[in-house]
């Protein structure tokens, strides 16, 4: 096992890595920027390290700086969280080069599925399911406006390199498939540093359910349910929840036994997530491979009772998974809502500033996992989550009255945040008859129920 771990990471999912060191007893190591030095991450490590100010270019995401704090405090192993490089093969290789253990899947792998032109390829190798579209990375806009018009409209042009809703649009004719292209492609290469592009036969009023998965290095894969990640606004999830209410217990054993499949298939070790679009016949199909641990992990926690960091951190340090699939139960309804400084009324606009007065939700079967305080000031430099509202109950409408008395518990002074519109998502017709889509905040921002 590690001696000693540095989280390259900042917020509640900081807080959350290093709490579980704490509970296998490993001393942590927290870096932190300027704008963070009144961080909760930094205050819970054993050693924290100041690493830079400005742009996360700067502290977050500069590799040699963490390399380099990673040696001199004696971290024999990192963990990248979610974000900033957790998805990045370049630091993976460096922390390898380095005799440090990222804690996550190896450079090849991440470099492989994060390359979604690859990772699709990969999947029909497996057998897995994959949305129709284009069998290698297009760069030239004439070349694919042509695979375009093969397909059929509408479709949607992704990033092959991209995540949280960068460099996607999508395209319902071929007289705005140009401009709709090249706006993709110059957010890619601004995002990711690549222009390479590919295209999906773009599926109407989908769900976005995605399946959990851990891998250890004996060749053992296990999936832990589904989640369904269905309400989100730009591209970024608001709302998850586990099982998925359209998900069957046929259709479930299916998109597992996919899932598996998946990440046999590319020899993953450690967490993962494999994500499907559900068209309205409740077909699935591959859309791409997250491989890190997920900002809506907690979810899958609850309801099979399992600590996925501290497995993903046993799978790294190369020891074997410790449950079976057989042992993997679905135990209840689960669902969380993430709390984010922003103005919904205002397309979401992030709302910085210095928390005044807060109170935290509690009582059986509710969690807050978060990184704030009264009197923490929340840095414009970030994401605007500042925390996830998570309950458990026997079914989903007692998780859903569970997460509604949570909602009306909080209380965050000082700063706009969604807390409201959480609610009213929570009381929405919809959302309690579980019919849902990817379109449905487009749709409920406009009046509808």
Do not use: W
């Amino acid at each position: 096992m590690f001696k000693r771990v540095l989280v390259a990471n900042r917020g509640e999912i900081a807080v959350r890595v290093i709490r579980a060191l704490r509970g296998m007893g490993i001393p942590s190591v927290a870096v932190y920027s300027k704008e963070d030095q009144d961080s909760l991450h930094g205050r819970l490590a054993e050693e924290r390290v100041c690493i830079g100010e400005g742009s996360s270019r700067n502290s977050y995401l500069n590799m040699d700086t963490l390399i380099t704090v990673a040696k001199n405090t004696g971290c024999d192993a990192i963990h990248p969280g979610y974000g900033f490089l957790s998805e990045n093969a370049q630091f993976a290789e460096k922390c390898r080069e380095n005799d440090i253990c990222f804690i996550g899947p190896s450079p090849e792998v991440i470099d492989g599925m994060g390359n979604k032109s690859q990772a699709r390829a990969k999947m029909r190798e497996a057998g897995v399911p994959v949305v129709p579209g284009s069998l290698k990375a297009l760069y030239d806009v004439k070349e694919a406006l042509e695979e375009a018009k093969a397909m059929g409209f509408p479709v949607m042009i992704k990033a092959s390199s991209g995540g949280g809703g960068k460099g996607m649009r999508e395209c319902y004719s071929e007289g705005d498939f140009e401009n709709e292209f090249l706006t993709a492609q110059r957010e890619s290469a601004n995002a990711f540093s690549d222009d390479a592009m590919y295209l999906e036969k773009l599926i109407l009023e989908p769900r976005h359910v995605e399946v959990q998965i851990m891998g250890d290095s004996f060749g053992n894969v296990i999936a832990l349910g589904e989640r369904d990640c269905s309400i989100q606004r730009n591209h970024q999830k608001l709302v998850e929840e586990s099982p998925s209410p359209i998900v069957t217990a046929e259709s479930r054993k299916a998109m597992m036994e996919a899932a598996v499949n998946a990440a046999k298939a590319v020899s993953y070790v450690g967490a993962g997530t494999i994500e499907f679009i559900v068209d309205q016949e409740g077909k699935f199909y591959f859309m791409e491979m997250n491989t890190r641990i997920q900002v809506e992990h907690g979810v899958t926690e609850l309801v099979t009772d399992t600590d996925l960091v501290i497995e993903q951190i046993r799978v790294c340090a190369g020891e074997p998974l410790s449950m079976k699939q057989e042992e993997v139960l679905l135990r209840g309804h689960a669902i969380e809502c993430r709390i984010n400084a922003e103005i919904p009324e205002k397309n979401f606009m992030p709302s910085p500033g210095t928390i005044t007065a807060l109170h935290l939700p509690g009582g059986n079967g509710v969690r807050v996992d978060t990184a704030i305080y009264t009197g923490y000031k929340i840095p414009m430099e970030y994401d605007s989550m500042i925390a996830k509202v998570l309950v458990h109950g026997k079914d989903r409408q007692e998780a859903i009255r569970k997460m509604k008395g949570a909602l009306e518990e909080m209380l965050v002074l000082g700063v706009e945040t969604n807390l409201d519109f959480q609610y009213k998502i929570m009381q929405s017709e919809s959302f309690v008859e579980g019919k849902v889509d990817t379109g449905f905040i487009e749709r409920f921002t406009l009046g509808g129920k």
